[in-house]
């Protein structure tokens, strides 16, 4: 990456794990060189404008699907990764569900290669099982000697509890973290929304809350049962969340994170027969959107991840049977948070930055104070402005947004990705 010239934020207010004040950030070389009231630009720096923005530590998304290889038609690595910086994000968790399922060493290099020129950090999450097809385990050691931290079966979840409690077994010795999707397969089997009022309405048919609360319950004894730690993918009912509750106040190793679909929409939407509703886990009733909320507030739920999941057109375009999951998210996750949930600032950072930068064993290069001696990776916030989404200006390659014409009120204005401003004035630099 070149970087030639010093690089200054001015007029900022910082937020970051320490605390909130005002101050100018100086960069230098990739890295932060001074944090103070008032910097003056050396000659020939780049001057980027904070006056009545929030500069943060960038956001780091546990929970992208980047689609390469195997789906280029629907997004690519640079597409994502693009979406990604526009969205504030300076590093994303690349999903192992691509073509082939990143379940061995040489898919690992691949991804990382393609993201070795992108506009934010690509990682990539390693499955659990060979193809992701849950029989017997991937090679996770030789994944993680490439530095994959994060491993998962996404898309679907690891029915075979023996294995999943040897996968737990080898996580520990790894020092790594398994992330898993919670749904009971066989329970869930056939349905295509959430069962309940609006499914029997539509005759549509539907997956049971209790698919995700009865993984969730069996994975909190295996954590138990091997003191591992264990991340929960996507988590959507109330139960499930209970559940969480209950395992963090017994001193478990567990984390947990959302997605915006789940705060923002009900399954009431679905009488659209818009497949661009369709998301597995599926959208729930009022009373389990209004726990997810809760959740994020009182510290259960850990992050924020997108579950970024591009479709082409002509996928999602299908009966609502027949299409398959997933939305955009990576570049209006961050606004859907400051618009729809009642959470202080920082704390909307935490769920988006810092604390997805622990979970992920990105925290010595993401999601770390505003510092002296720290990498230089920064967004900058207009908490004010009020934008409508456009799914046709958006960076992905497809445009499976449910958003479209919504009007959200905070925006990323800048960027920086070890010194380099990669999204400047809203405007992706490349």
């Not at 000659?43 to 780091?60: H, I, K, M, W």
């Not at 690891?158 to 898993?180: C, N, P």
Request: net charge negative.
């Amino acid at each position: 990456m070149a970087v030639v010239r010093d690089l200054v934020v001015r007029g900022g207010t910082v937020v970051d794990a320490t605390g909130t004040r005002r101050a100018d950030v100086l960069v230098r070389a990739g890295h932060i060189v001074a944090v103070a009231d008032d910097i003056d630009p050396p000659a020939r720096a780049e001057v980027l404008d904070a006056s009545g923005c929030t500069v943060a530590p960038g956001l780091v998304d546990l929970h992208a699907h980047l689609r390469q290889p195997g789906r280029e038609e629907a997004e690519t690595v640079d597409t994502g990764a693009r979406a990604a910086a526009l969205g504030g994000y300076t590093a994303v968790v690349a999903m192992p569900n691509t073509d082939p399922a990143i379940d061995c060493a040489a898919v690992v290099r691949e991804v990382l290669d393609l993201g070795s020129t992108a506009a934010c950090d690509v990682h990539v999450a390693g499955a659990i099982t060979v193809g992701r097809a849950g029989q017997r385990l991937a090679p996770l050691a030789e994944m993680a000697a490439l530095g994959v931290r994060l491993f998962t079966d996404d898309g679907a979840g690891v029915q075979d509890s023996r294995l999943m409690r040897r996968a737990l077994e080898y996580a520990s010795a790894l020092d790594i973290t398994l992330a898993q999707h919670c749904e009971d397969a066989a329970l869930a089997s056939g349905g295509h929304m959430h069962e309940g009022e609006w499914s029997s309405h539509l005759g549509i048919p539907g997956v049971p809350a209790e698919a995700e609360e009865l993984m969730v319950l069996r994975d909190i004894a295996l954590a138990r049962l091997t003191g591992t730690r264990m991340h929960f993918l996507h988590l959507s009912v109330a139960a499930a969340l209970d559940a969480v509750r209950a395992a963090k106040g017994a001193g478990l190793p567990v984390t947990a994170e959302a997605a915006p679909h789940h705060f923002t929409l009900d399954d009431s939407v679905v009488a659209s027969y818009d497949p661009v509703f369709k998301v597995n886990p599926p959208l729930r009733p009022t009373a389990d959107v209004e726990a997810v909320r809760v959740a994020l507030g009182d510290g259960t739920l850990d992050a924020i991840a997108t579950d970024h999941a591009p479709h082409t057109q002509e996928d999602k375009e299908a009966p609502f049977d027949e299409a398959p999951p997933g939305m955009l998210g990576l570049e209006t996750a961050l606004a859907l948070a400051l618009t729809e949930l009642s959470l202080p600032l920082e704390r909307v950072l935490a769920l988006l930055s810092w604390q997805p930068a622990r979970i992920a064993g990105l925290e010595a290069e993401h999601g770390g104070p505003v510092a002296e001696g720290r990498p230089a990776h920064l967004c900058v916030i207009d908490p004010a402005t009020v934008w409508v989404v456009e799914p046709e200006k958006l960076a992905s390659r497809s445009r499976n947004t449910p958003y479209g014409g919504r009007k959200l009120t905070g925006r990323v204005r800048h960027t920086v990705l070890g010194g380099e401003a990669v999204v400047i004035d809203g405007q992706a630099q490349r």
